[in-house]
């Protein structure tokens, strides 16, 4: 079964830190750009962090700018988002996707239909 799989949401203070994984069974990630997105109630999906098969990052929010990076693990066939220094305002569902996606990770701006697998989402909630 082609499919990726989150872990690691839950509930955190605010100035807190997460760690959130995306592990990939059934296909390789090698070749492809992954990603991590976001949508808090009543909003849409945001994209937050992107990484080329060659290691290159673009960022798609500003707000997360200095507090949240990804990186990925090859002999893992898995990727990682990690927060630190969270906010209320980083309370969303969060998923990891992977696609084919020059127009995403050259332009800087989020195309979701660039992205053809998603996991089913891991709720990071910020509160105290």
């Known amino acids: 079964q082609l499919q990726l799989v989150e872990s690691g949401g839950g509930l955190v203070q605010p100035g807190g830190s997460l760690r959130l994984s995306c592990v990939a069974s059934?296909?390789?990630?090698?070749?492809?750009?992954v990603g991590w997105f976001r949508q808090a109630p009543g909003k849409g999906r945001e994209g937050v962090l992107c990484i080329s098969s060659r290691g290159g990052i673009t960022n798609y929010a500003d707000s997360v700018k200095g507090r949240f990076t990804i990186s990925r693990d090859t002999s893992k066939n898995q990727f990682s988002l990690q927060l630190h220094s969270v906010t209320p305002e980083d309370t969303a569902m969060y998923y990891c996707a992977r696609g084919d996606a020059p127009n995403s990770y050259y332009s800087g701006i989020f195309y979701s239909d660039e992205f053809d697998y998603w996991g089913q989402g891991t709720q990071v909630t910020v509160s105290s």
């Open positions: 059934g296909f390789t990630l090698d070749y492809s750009e």
